[in-house]
């Protein structure tokens, strides 16, 4: 081992609790006599594995994915570190809402006041690089005084073609979105549901956080692009 390569692996900081637990695996393997140069090798290759990992990935930054679907591939159940999703087909959409009726009222709303109408944050996740918000809104129906319909939406694009847009609506899911299909997938313990458009190739997922039920559809971005921005919402 030459001594640039050793002052390289000297300065790669190393977590107590793993310096703890390699300790362990040694005792462990001094136990064992017979056994004993299997079991060091082994704890040696853990320790060595442990450091490059801990390298490349510090902590704090792991990456979400157990198994990553591979570029222009789809995976029907994907793991996640926290979690899975399971991407269902042709899940019913709500049917469009009946606007116009008596005494009904539209109004477009600034961010601000539907913020303040839900009562939270509206729900956002971290947009994928190289995307931007091009179309942001927020209406709501009113009759009588009374919120009849409301939601607010933002879609993201990038400069390829790629689209993904969020829903959100007050104690309910958005009009016109996904809103049925079981909840067969978990992100960090909380249930939601995830599929694919078999025709068009679209991603969808929906969940309630906040009160608020929340609808994100991808067109023409990746697998593991999507994924990354739903596992956003959950951090």
């Not at 594995?49 to 990935?57: G, K, N, P, Q």
């Not at 570190?81 to 809402?97: I, Y």
């Not at 609808?215 to 959950?234: A, D, P």
């Amino acid at each position: 081992m030459s001594e640039q390569y050793k002052s390289a692996v000297q300065k790669i900081p190393v977590p107590p609790e793993l310096i703890e637990r390699t300790a362990r695996a040694v005792r462990h393997a001094n136990k064992k006599p017979p056994r004993a140069p299997l079991y060091m090798g082994a704890a040696a290759a853990a320790v060595a594995a442990a450091v490059i990992l801990y390298a490349v990935w510090p902590a704090g930054t792991p990456d979400i994915f157990v198994t990553k679907p591979a570029d222009g591939l789809h995976m029907e159940r994907v793991e996640l570190t926290d979690g899975f999703l399971v991407f269902q087909q042709d899940a019913e959409k709500s049917p469009p809402p009946l606007l116009g009726g008596p005494g009904m009222v539209r109004e477009d709303w600034t961010t601000a006041q539907y913020r303040e109408f839900l009562g939270a944050d509206i729900p956002s996740g971290s947009p994928p690089k190289g995307m931007a918000v091009a179309e942001e809104s927020a209406v709501v129906y009113t009759a009588n005084g009374k919120v009849y319909l409301d939601w607010y939406a933002a879609l993201y694009r990038d400069g390829d073609g790629g689209a993904i847009e969020v829903a959100v609506s007050k104690g309910k899911f958005p009009p016109g979105h996904v809103s049925e299909g079981r909840d067969t997938s978990e992100i960090g313990g909380k249930p939601l549901a995830a599929g694919v458009d078999s025709d068009t190739g679209a991603y969808w997922a929906r969940f309630v956080t906040g009160g608020a039920g929340v609808s994100v559809k991808g067109e023409n971005v990746s697998q593991e692009t999507f994924i990354r921005f739903l596992h956003s919402f959950f951090e």
